[in-house]
């Protein structure tokens, strides 16, 4: 069985495989039920000719690109040439189509990519839960097979993890301002990663935050995520080929170890005892700067603030063909004003140096993706109260990572039987090659964790 994307590129360029065999197997997993609501567009034949493009290539002598023709799905946020971007709204429906495409999106072509989908997602990225009124929302496709309760997928990037998580696509690429690529990769089982925001150009992509948008990509795994960063970001990633026990890991009891699921403390708990057991240096220690953030975001958010600037004359004319919780929490950036704005800016400023100086001892922290596994969809869509307060709890630890203007990574950490929970590493900006290889280090201990407690 091939793994992940490295190993299908490579098994492609060495003809052990074929781009449209793989496409094919690609679009078959996009048609199931698995995928259901997960499209807002599908591509398939412009896919075809890119894994047929890439056969020939290979045929020819030719490099097919680092990702050789296979299947890659792109939320509704980018400009793709040729496509309108409509960011998952009805509003923006008959949107003109893109000139270009999003540096980003262009990167993944010249790559070799094979673009099967423009994938549903949280209405203008504003939501970490991934419902969709407009277009439905995408089946969480990572729990379909332990329950056949309809859960949430998580948002915003929600539909791209369907599509990793079904096989539909090898790669998703999606945003992250307060969590939405680890969010739902840590809710349906795949590896998220969220790379220093100021390292991919985030042009062509419709802002939900200037401050805190971040484009980045899921997986299957981590060698994956470290493909997708080098190809978006166009960077080799530096990797010193650590083990686990060169590794020093601190795990911040403050504000991210609150109210936990059972699932999700039955794993992360495992987790630490198998990254101790093999050589990891492991701290846990108060990190009170933690709970300062609440404070300065009481005036809104960059979110807020900034998306607010976007839409607020789009609301004026058209607030009723806004989703009402997304409508909801833009006008929270109405109240703020300029000199809110200049404080939480400048508030923020000296916060992360005080927390880069505080965390600087070790590799990497770590800490529940989010705390609990994905709940039920049903009683989110009746209720905006529970819908806000999930919301919330999802948002949580990841969006601390935005707010220091930070790296992390989200991996499966969940045993077999369970319901998917995520293990986040995560560190200051500028350290993604650091948080890139702690993690390759962490997939492999837990992986051999896996198939131990299997054999037994």
């Known amino acids: ?47 075809r000719g890119a894994a047929a493009a890439a056969d020939r290539a290979v045929v020819q002598g030719r490099d097919p690109g680092r990702l050789a023709g296979l299947a890659v ?11 309108p971007t409509r960011a998952g709204s009805i509003l923006l429906a008959s949107a003109p189509a893109a000139t270009a495409d999003a540096p980003a999106v262009a990167r993944l072509r010249r ?63 999606g945003s992250d301002t307060g969590g939405s690529i680890r969010i739902p990769a840590a809710l349906q089982g795949v ?51 650590k083990p686990i026990s060169a590794l020093a890991f601190a795990v911040p009891r403050t504000l991210m170890l609150d109210d936990l699921d059972a699932t999700v403390a039955r794993a992360f708990d495992r987790a630490l005892g198998a990254l101790s057991a093999a050589g990891a240096r492991i701290e846990t220690i108060d990190l009170p700067l933690l709970g300062e953030v609440a404070a300065l975001n009481a005036t809104g958010g960059f979110a807020a603030a900034e998306s607010w600037a976007w ?6 004319e058209h607030e009723a063909e806004y989703d009402p919780r997304v409508a909801f929490r833009i006008r929270r950036g109405a109240s703020m004003s300029a000199a809110d704005y200049v404080d939480l800016t400048w508030g923020r400023r000296a916060w992360i140096a005080r927390m880069e100086a505080a965390i600087a001892p070790w590799d990497a922290l770590l800490s529940p993706t989010v705390p609990m596994v994905a709940p039920p969809l049903a009683p989110l869509v009746a209720d905006a109260a529970a819908f806000f307060a999930t919301n919330g709890l999802l948002l949580r630890n990841p969006a601390l990572v935005n707010f220091l203007d930070g790296c992390a990574l989200s991996l499966p950490c969940h045993a077999r039987g369970e319901l998917p929970a995520g293990l986040m590493i995560w560190a200051a900006a500028l350290r993604d090659n650091v948080v890139l290889e702690a993690s390759l280090a962490v997939e492999s201990t837990l992986a051999r964790l896996s198939t131990e407690t299997a054999q037994r």
């Open 311 to 316: 839409h607020r004359h789009l609301l004026a």
């Open 191 to 241: 590896v998220g990663f969220k790379g220093t925001a100021r390292l991919v150009p985030t042009e062509g992509a419709l802002p939900l935050s200037t401050t805190l948008d971040t484009v980045s990509a899921m997986t299957r795994s981590v060698r994956d995520a470290v493909l997708l960063h080098e190809v978006l970001a166009d960077r080799r990633v530096a990797l010193a080929g």
């Open 73 to 83: 799905s792109i939320k509704d946020l980018f400009d793709v040439a040729g496509e």
């Open 1 to 47: 069985m091939v793994a992940d994307l490295t190993d299908a590129a490579s098994n492609v360029r060495a003809r052990r495989a074929s781009a449209t065999v793989l496409i094919e197997q690609s679009i078959a997993a996009a048609d199931a039920p698995a995928c259901a609501r997960a499209f807002l567009a599908t591509s398939f034949e412009a896919a």
């Open 111 to 173: 790559a070799g990519a094979a673009f099967v989908s423009r994938t549903n997602m949280s209405e203008f990225a504003f939501s970490g839960v991934g419902i969709n009124p407009h277009h439905g929302t995408p089946a969480n496709a990572g729990t379909l097979a332990l329950d056949p309760t309809p859960r949430v997928p998580g948002g915003s990037t929600s539909g791209g993890a369907t599509s990793v998580a079904a096989g539909a696509a090898w790669a998703a690429l």
